[in-house]
């Protein structure tokens, strides 16, 4: 079973800083996927990525399957991206397991 | 925007009662799924649904607990006999392809609390 790790668990960052958050995974995958869950407790899709790296506005997500390792990142930091980001791994099959998040803050 | 839904968005119920669980995909999605997240823990896969059938279930979806398409919008969890460990929030989510292919669109979740 794939253990999925995140780091850090919890992040403070003031406006406009670039911040990483980082997944790493056990064993082998088939494609990763990086969710946003709000405070009020809904998730958004932000990504899927089988390899490489893909870009959607400030957010960049890049994946090495070498190292079993992703990284999620977000230029110019902003309050509204406070919240829970989790990172979820295809094993095999139709289905997540779930990192347990990184929770961040961003300060004005 | 297409969005997935869910109702209700908060339930109680008795310990031992059944509960539904309602979702409304997005309408030319195929793949639909379950997860729960119990609070403070992360989210869990319970399972999948292709094609009118379970594609893929985990261990916490045991027989207690049931997944239906009564028609062509509908996805429903149904749990026989709630226990306390049942409280949580459950999510609902839709694709039109599998998780090695697209990403999923959640509903917003229903909170379940077991008395």
């Known amino acids: 079973k794939n253990e999925v790790e995140q780091s850090p668990q919890n992040l403070t960052a003031q406006e406009g800083e670039f911040i990483t958050i980082n997944c790493s995974y056990s064993?082998?995958?088939?494609?990763l996927h990086w969710l946003q869950q709000h405070p009020g407790g809904g998730i958004v899709s932000l990504f899927m990525?089988?390899?490489g790296k893909k870009k959607h506005g400030r957010l960049i997500a890049t994946i090495n399957i070498q190292e079993k390792h992703s990284s999620l990142h977000i230029t110019a930091s902003h309050p509204r991206d406070s919240a829970v980001y989790i990172c979820?791994?295809?094993?095999?099959?139709?289905?997540?397991?779930f990192g347990a998040g990184t929770i961040l803050r961003v300060k004005s | 925007e297409p969005e997935v839904t869910q109702t209700p968005s908060h339930q109680v119920t008795q310990m031992g009662q059944e509960v539904i669980l309602r979702c409304v995909p997005i309408?030319?999605?195929?793949?639909f799924y379950w997860y729960r997240q119990i609070l403070g823990q992360k989210v869990e896969f319970l399972v999948s649904?292709?094609?009118?059938?379970?594609?893929?279930k985990s261990e916490i979806f045991d027989d207690q607990f049931s997944v239906e398409r009564p028609d062509g919008s509908n996805f429903t969890l149904k749990i026989r006999s709630t226990k306390l460990e049942d409280s949580a929030m459950y999510f609902c989510?839709?694709?039109?392809?599998?998780?090695?292919?697209?990403?999923?669109?959640f509903g917003p979740g229903t909170r379940l609390l077991v008395l």
């Open positions: 989510a839709s694709s039109e392809g599998t998780v090695t292919q697209e990403t999923q669109y």
């Open positions: 064993v082998g995958i088939s494609a």
């Open positions: 990525l089988s390899s």
């Open positions: 979820a791994v295809v094993e095999y099959g139709n289905k997540l397991v």
């Open positions: 309408s030319n999605h195929l793949y």
């Open positions: 649904f292709y094609n009118n059938e379970i594609s893929e």
